[in-house]
């Protein structure tokens, strides 16, 4: 079969008005960037305030490997088959960012023949969406350091600056930095740092903002620093929130592509889900419920971050209500999981199937701690054999559930048609009420520890004292009914990612929190994850060029 970026070369891309009026979206509502890609108006979005909504499908998967699960293609397949069968569906998936691009991953379009596109482009630049969201992050960050420069009216302590930079590439070299060197027209010497740009707390905001005014309101939020007795320091006292809001004007609303199928997409914002709340926006999925009878999503990572993310901080905030969800698991994957090594994962293993099916099982269980019906969707490998994949089956069977083989990689849409139906069967049936992991009311402290206990199965969590004394005074200054955002490795439940399968009885380190306030979470960073990412020894971008016919190769 041909590499994922040939099949997406040959698409027959249909003019993004075509796919906008399947929608209902008139032309004019359009804001177009080319022939294939286009942002939906804000007047569009107003326009559909008053519609009904469709069904919300989330897809998840178990916690990732090497081997591969193929969450955004089973997104794109299950979204595909939807409208194969009559259905009136749209995709929601995240756009990609370029670390992960040069970095190790590859792109975040799907695969095969159930991929977006045009893929390269959103896989690059795409409408600049994630350009704007560093730029209004360092814009704020620079606003600081001139304010200081000019005499500090606001009493920030120096020493207290929380706000850091940020890029869109992995670079470890930037996790620490010193500024402000050379000299007093340099401004002052300062320690500093870089995250990546879906670390981002404006990221998060982008994601999270209802409208514009609600995006200018939470830019406002932003605690940029403290001051000598403690007291914050905001985005709104700098009087940086407007210029933000400026620089995200066209960046926050929803951007329209479509499959290789030619069915709809809407691909916005891109928070990863190991360090922050890895859902695509709030924008672009209740737009899509009322553009759509079903709305097909993905949420980054495993369940264990990626779904409680976006149950307990995306629905929390956004009041929306799943129906299903779809966890994508590899016969590949599993044997990872049951202890094979990646070199030997060709080879008829069903013990090994079996030993890992303990890491889907946990992910369905923790998925239904929210009320929400599962359906497990083995996406096939040539390797597969049918003794393994019935492994699989019998193992959800008896956990209740039912998992599909789906073969829309090669296939598209017609290899994941009974996925399908089985997801519109399921959201037929009498729904169980959907929860939430936690309470608002809770402590901060007793929302981590719920997340680290009832969902990774955590025995005990270490706060050290000055973590703990930071959590107090967030509490006691109003924040306490905030949601938390568990920031750790995604190849583990633990916080060690070569501890594989369905540990138990394991410690979370909590060795950080910081307060976004704007975006409406506190994160905790756990172990040795990591907000900047590194590259690996061979990064991808040694694979990226031009050909002789300047066509981009080897970016997927």
Known sequence: MPADIDIARAASLKPIVEIGDRLGIPTDKLIPFGHDKAKLSQACIEDLKDRPDGKLILVTAISPTPAGEGKTTTTVGLGDALNAIGKKATICIREASLGPCFGVKGGAAGGGMAQVVPMEEMNLHFTGDLHAVTTAHNLLAAMIDNHIYWGNE????????????????NDRALRQITTGLGGVANGFPAESGFDITVASEVMAILCLAEDLDDLQRRLGDIIIAYRRDLTPVYCRD?????????????????????????????????????????CNSVIATKAALKLSDYVVTEAGFGADLGAEKFFNIKCRKAGLTPDAAVIVATVRALKMNGGVAKKDLDRPDVAAVLAGCANLGRHIENVRKFGVPVIVAINHF???????????????????????????????????????????????????????LYGDELTLIEKINVVAKEVYRADTVIIDRKVRERLARWQNGGYGHLPVCMAKTQYSFSTDPELLGAPEGFVVPVREVRLSAGAGFIVAICGEIMTMPGLPRHPAALSIHLNDKGEIEGLF
């Not at 606001?154 to 590439?169: A, E, P, S």
């Not at 809001?245 to 190991?274: D, M, S, W």
Request: aromatic fraction near 4%; hydrophobic fraction near 45%; charge should be negative.
């Open 154 to 169: 606001l009493g920030i302590d120096t020493r207290r600056i929380h706000w850091r930079r940020v890029v869109d590439l």
């Open 238 to 278: 700098l009087g940086a929130d407007g210029a933000m809001t400026v620089l995200l004007k066209q960046a926050i609303l929803p951007n329209l592509v479509q499959t290789i199928e030619n069915n709809p997409a809407l691909v916005h914002g891109g928070p990863f889900a190991n360090i922050a709340h890895g």
């Open 382 to 436: 040539t390797s597969d054999t049918a003794e393994e994949t019935a492994t699989v089956q019998d193992y959800v069977e008896a956990l209740g559930s039912k998992a599909i083989v789906c073969t829309h990689w090669a296939d598209g849409s017609k290899g994941a048609v009974t996925l399908a139906e089985a997801v519109v069967a399921i959201t037929k049936e009498a729904p169980a009420p959907f929860k939430l």
